[in-house]
């Protein structure tokens, strides 16, 4: 029964860190500092392959029907179950962020581009785009 209880508080241990975890990515997605959100990620990847693999071990033990009547593990259970759930709520909110982010920059990349090939576009005679990056600049007098 020690070990079962070693390994749910493992867990508890590991579900916290990870829901501290995606708070940080919340600040470093908000900041936009891409090194740091790299950084989280592979910690994320990280901490939630420990979960699995102590998940794997609990569902392995012995005396695992005791999680849900021993009042030690039963209250630390359902611990891990609430907090699991708030990581993945953090973790759907943090991805869509990250989405809009992307998408921000995608646009203002675009706009970007457009404008500096509106400034040297001119077609060929097929009637395809090309761009011209001295159009009107090098003129010989």
């Known amino acids: 029964m020690a070990a079962l209880q070693g390994l749910v508080e493992f867990q508890l241990k590991n579900a916290e860190e ?18 740091d959100i790299e950084r989280i990620a592979k910690q994320k990847i990280t ?3 420990q979960l699995s693999l102590t ?17 030690e593990l039963s209250p630390l259970v359902e611990k891990i179950r609430q907090t699991i ?8 909110i943090n991805g869509e962020a990250l989405q ?28 395809q785009t090309k761009n011209v990056s001295t159009l009107g600049t090098n003129i010989k007098a």
């Open 47 to 49: 901490l939630i392959e």
């Open 85 to 92: 759930t708030e990581c993945q709520q953090a973790n759907a």
């Open 18 to 35: 990870l829901s501290q975890l995606l708070g940080k990515e919340k600040v470093a997605i908000t900041n936009r500092i891409s090194k």
């Open 100 to 127: 809009r982010a992307q998408l921000s920059f995608n646009k203002l990349n675009n706009l970007m581009q457009q404008s500096q090939g509106k400034l040297g576009m001119t077609y060929t005679a097929e009637g």
């Open 55 to 71: 998940d794997e071990r609990i569902a392995k033990h012995p005396d695992v029907e005791s999680l849900s009547t021993n009042p």
